[in-house]
């Protein structure tokens, strides 16, 4: 297995924020069909607007089930996206995270890449949010297996908490960011000004010739299955991207 070693930067943003376009803010009060393909039939029971954010809210949830906002304007250009997000209120092990894919090996295994805000229980049943990055080649023929992974671990410092025990985020704006670079992996929590960025090596990533994996997105996962009603409701804001 290729497994790549990731070095810790605090530094500013690695560009311009005056190069980023607002994609969406969400203030047009609903899901605008022409930036996102709407994609509820997975984990969230709905994806509507609310005060002027994304909301996507979660009843009954099914392990490892999504559900997504994909971006509709050129997602092939995108460069980067930027994020606020939000766990409101959780009763149960989700995710909501900002992904997609980088590129493909040479036997045309796509690259995914994602940072995400999980939300989990600990041993003595508390609910934490910790800030994650995964980065995974996985199987062509079926994306929910995964071959291997170049990176995975969690933000730690300037979080108070380790990545056993994290910090509890519920109901506090995050912004996340993500470059998608076929030879640098970067990750960024924004208002906490901590950046994880790293090349990819020793592998050369290829640019997507798939359509099928011509793909990125904001959304949700289920860590486990809920039972018992319990539910959780997440939001997405400003949602910028690089070109």
């Known amino acids: 297995l290729a497994i790549m070693t990731v070095v810790l930067f605090v530094c500013f943003p690695l560009t ?61 250009k995108i460069k980067a996206v930027r994020a606020k997000v939000k766990i409101a209120s959780n009763q149960i092990n989700v995710f909501c995270r900002i992904g ?13 890449s994602q940072i995400r805000l999980r939300s989990y229980q600990n041993d003595t049943d508390d609910f934490y949010q910790a800030v994650e990055f995964t980065a995974s080649y996985l199987d062509v023929n079926d994306t929910n297996v995964t071959l291997h992974d170049l990176a995975t671990g969690g933000f730690k410092k300037p979080l108070s908490g380790t990545y056993e025990v994290p910090d509890d985020l519920t109901g ?53 299955t809920a039972v018992g009603g319990e539910t959780c409701t997440v939001y997405f804001d400003n949602v910028w991207v690089l070109y």
């Open 16 to 76: 311009s924020f005056a190069e980023w376009v607002l994609y969406d803010n969400f203030n047009s009060g609903v899901i605008n069909p022409n930036k996102w393909e709407q994609d509820a039939s997975g984990l969230a029971d709905s994806i509507v607007v609310e005060n002027g954010a994304a909301k996507f809210v979660q009843d009954l949830g099914i392990i490892n089930d999504s559900s997504w906002l994909k971006f509709k304007k050129s997602p092939e």
């Open 100 to 112: 997609g894919y980088i590129g493909e090996d040479e036997d045309g295994n796509p690259l995914w």
């Open 172 to 224: 506090q704006w995050v912004t996340l960011e993500i470059h998608f670079n076929r030879k640098e992996l970067t990750y960024g929590v924004v208002n906490m000004n901590n950046w994880i960025t790293s090349p990819i090596t020793p592998e050369e990533v290829k640019k997507i010739t798939n359509p099928d994996f011509i793909f990125k997105g904001i959304g949700v996962r289920a860590v486990n």
